[in-house]
């Protein structure tokens, strides 16, 4: 079992909808972030969350330290939205910032 | 104004030749990472660097090595290029410290092919 599951794998959605992916995770961790990566292109680092919520423009990640588990919603969605969204956890101490991945939700956002 | 870099961007090369790929940081990063990204494995850690002359392994190490002589480089080597390590390959660097956002750079990949 991997220690970081995302669900849905594959996410097809209509522009304006609201959009949640899931990130669950089995190990004790510091920190979780949230990535995006386009079609060929690079990976940007959307959020790094340790408690609670965050927002930036449409975008929100919330984390449930106690649950083990992580959401990022897009509200209003766009077709520019249209990429895969990667969930990663660092476990601290020692770990140096190495992160374990999640395998990636591709979401299609049709207009 | 990419706070990190890396080359080649695309490489096409024979089984059993060397090949190094760099990466540059102008960040003044701690921390670098190598990655490779399979389709149906996600993106893996072969290296990381947590300071100049500090490296370890990560999880898919084996027949890679890494350099890092300066906080801005840290170098990729294959020594003896296989076609499972057909690949893309990511570079990231993140500063020291947990505050604040995009503490995390990834470069823009390099695509790797062994013939």
């Known amino acids: 079992k991997n220690e970081v599951e995302q669900s849905p794998q594959n996410l097809t959605a209509q522009e304006g909808e609201f959009i949640t992916i899931n990130c669950s995770y089995s190990?004790?961790?510091?920190?979780l972030h949230w990535l995006q990566q386009h079609p060929g292109g690079g990976i940007v680092s959307l959020f790094m969350?340790?408690?609670g919520k965050k927002k930036h423009g449409r975008l929100i990640a919330t984390i449930n330290i106690q649950e083990k588990h992580s959401s990022l919603h897009i509200t209003a969605s766009h077709p520019r939205d249209s990429a895969v969204y990667i969930c990663?956890?660092?476990?601290?101490?020692?770990?140096?910032?190495?992160?374990?991945f999640g395998q990636g939700t591709i979401l299609t956002v049709h207009p | 104004d990419a706070g990190i870099t890396q080359s080649p961007r695309h490489k096409v090369t024979e089984t059993g030749t060397p090949v190094t790929l760099r990466c540059h940081q102008t960040?003044?990063?701690?921390?670098m990472y190598w990655y490779r990204q399979d389709p149906g494995h996600g993106l893996r850690l072969i290296h990381y660097?947590?300071?100049?002359?500090?490296?370890d392994k990560g999880e898919v190490s084996d027949g890679y090595s890494v350099s890092r002589s300066k906080t801005e480089d840290f170098l990729l080597t294959l020594e003896s290029a296989t076609s499972s390590q057909t690949s893309v390959y990511f570079c990231a660097s993140r500063r020291q410290g947990d505050s604040g956002a995009n503490v995390l750079t990834f470069g823009a990949g390099s695509r790797l092919t062994v013939l």
């Open positions: 990663a956890v660092d476990a601290g101490g020692t770990s140096y910032g190495k992160l374990t």
């Open positions: 960040e003044n990063h701690r921390y």
């Open positions: 190990v004790g961790i510091s920190a």
């Open positions: 660097s947590y300071g100049v002359k500090d490296t």
């Open positions: 969350l340790s408690s």
